[in-house]
């Protein structure tokens, strides 16, 4: 009989979140940090100074409030497991609170408030956040982390009657 063994402490506290991987979090604030430096390239290029500094705060607000939401969840993952879901429901609530509420404090500022630093601020936080969503994705998928853990001694698991 053939076996997959694997090592529990390298699935330990996976529970199904790939994006708790270091290599997975860094690809993606790389991958952020490119589209917001873009992002403040463009507006630079068509509305002058108040547009690169408009997206370039927005993509940054969008790199710390998701690398924060991304870590404690990786944190909680780590310590807690069986929270891992309801927390990171919790924190995605959160951080899209943080980043409206953030856009709207940030674009009451006079540099901001009006012309073409609150338009290219809303396009920083956009630009940034599907960046993220998209590297998140790309590279989660690609890390071919497992989505659950094997019973460790299928002779066990089949005398229980598959419960657990």
Not at 15 to 36: D, F, K, N, Q, Y
Not at 93 to 112: G, H, K, M, T, Y
Not at 137 to 154: C, E, G, K, M, N
């Amino acid at each position: 009989m053939m076996t997959t063994e694997t090592r529990s402490e390298a699935r330990a506290g996976s529970a199904g979140v790939a994006s708790t991987e270091p290599r997975v979090l860094l690809g993606t604030i790389a991958v952020t940090a490119a589209a917001g430096a873009v992002a403040s390239l463009l507006g630079l290029l068509a509305s002058g100074s108040d547009a690169l500094l408009g997206a370039a705060v927005g993509a940054l607000t969008v790199l710390l409030v998701l690398t924060f939401g991304c870590t404690t969840l990786a944190l909680v993952a780590r310590i807690l497991p069986s929270a891992t879901l309801l927390v990171a429901l919790v924190t995605y609530l959160a951080q899209a609170a943080v980043l409206l509420l953030v856009f709207v404090r940030i674009s009451e500022i006079d540099v901001f408030a009006d012309g073409p630093g609150r338009s290219w601020l809303a396009l920083g936080l956009v630009a940034a956040t599907l960046a993220w969503m998209t590297a998140q994705l790309v590279l989660t998928l690609r890390s071919r982390q497992p989505y659950f853990d094997a019973p460790s001694d299928p002779a066990v698991e089949h005398e229980a009657g598959g419960q657990r």
